[in-house]
């Protein structure tokens, strides 16, 4: 075991201060908070052919000015969620163009989210201070929720559109040496057929995870490993979430960590603050430590107040423990 000084901690779209990812209010706040890597979300444009190369450019600049690495870009998953077809084919090649615009602002990493169906939050839950927890239960009646706007999509048609699009996009990722980052779809372990689709990563979400890396197998097909999203689809997070870390880190196939906690397991929990969870980061932390993991952690879906309209109070607390967790896991080796 020796320390780590790569891993780092990282600040993205999920809390903004001024007027945008790369503002001087945004930039300064992060930087006060010990953060020097940035993950910006750059949004498809309607009738627009792929990302603008000025806007990447003026974003990189603001970074530079700063002292600030415009690391990653997440990609919306309207690019890469749809059927077979010339549509399809068309959007493959704007992503293989976005990577080529995204090299040439220095940034090296893309996450996305195959997100088939939307993202499932069903409950509130008053927290400390005041705050709120966003969180889901599988409903009883799922069977009668509508089907998504992707309509039904069953696992072999989800699995022909992961694999079509990790064969045409990984080369152009190693082409361009822009690491591909998968978001797990949040929440795993839902049960096929929810809102019309078999989500890839259900019902058993490491096993879904060493599928997908196996069909491109490359050091440019890896992931955003959302510590919250996978314990999400645990029936034990807390010891099910360790060995997930280890096999990615492991393999090398971690890009960026988005640090989330939560009470619950699969089917029933709460996201919380990253303290009082089911999870221990600190020994996800020496996992990350011993395997070289060499990117950002990222506080992700803090809890909600009145009084922090946009998170910047939570993030600063998030950005502060992880923080705290690099320095005490490098402390405990020469």
């Not at 979300?41 to 052919?49: F, N, S, Y």
């Not at 990302?51 to 003026?58: N, Y």
């Not at 992707?150 to 022909?160: K, N, Q, S």
């Not at 999203?229 to 360790?242: C, H, I, M, N, Y």
Request: hydrophobic share 35%.
């Amino acid at each position: 075991m020796k320390k780590n000084t790569l891993m780092h901690v990282g600040g993205d779209y999920h809390s903004v201060a001024g007027n945008g990812i790369t503002s001087k209010e945004n930039l300064e706040f992060n930087l006060r908070h010990g953060v020097r890597h940035i993950t910006a979300q750059v949004r498809k444009r309607p009738g627009v052919a792929g990302w603008d190369p000025d806007e990447l450019k003026r974003m990189r600049d603001d970074c530079d000015r700063h002292g600030v690495v415009f690391e990653a870009i997440r990609m919306d998953s309207d690019y890469i969620k749809l059927a077979k077809g010339v549509e399809r084919d068309r959007e493959i090649e704007i992503i293989q163009n976005n990577l080529r615009k995204a090299q040439q602002v220095g940034v090296t990493i893309v996450t996305y989210h195959w997100t088939l169906i939307p993202i499932r939050r069903n409950t509130k839950t008053p927290g400390r201070g005041g705050v709120t927890y966003a969180g889901f239960r599988l409903e009883p009646d799922w069977k009668s929720l509508p089907v998504g706007d992707a309509g039904r999509v069953p696992a072999e048609d989800y699995w022909e559109r992961i694999t079509n699009f990790l064969q045409k996009v990984i080369p152009a990722a190693k082409e361009t040496g822009v690491r591909m980052a998968c978001h797990p779809y949040d929440p795993p372990g839902l049960p096929f057929g929810y809102q019309g689709a078999d989500n890839w990563d259900s019902p058993d979400v490491f096993a879904a995870i060493k599928r997908y890396e196996a069909v491109v197998d490359s050091p440019f097909n890896g992931f955003q490993l959302c510590l919250g999203t996978v314990a999400e689809g645990l029936k034990d997070p807390r010891r099910g979430v360790l060995p997930i870390t280890r096999y990615l880190g492991g393999k090398g196939k971690i890009y960026q960590i988005h640090m989330r906690n939560i009470k619950g397991r699969l089917h029933h929990f709460d996201e919380v603050f990253p303290d009082e969870g089911e999870m221990n980061f600190l020994e996800v932390m020496r996992i990350l430590r011993d395997t070289g993991f060499a990117g950002s952690l990222c506080p992700d879906h803090m809890p909600k107040h009145p009084a922090d309209p946009g998170g910047l109070q939570a993030f600063a607390m998030g950005y502060g423990y992880i923080q705290a967790l690099i320095q005490a896991v490098n402390n405990e080796v020469p």
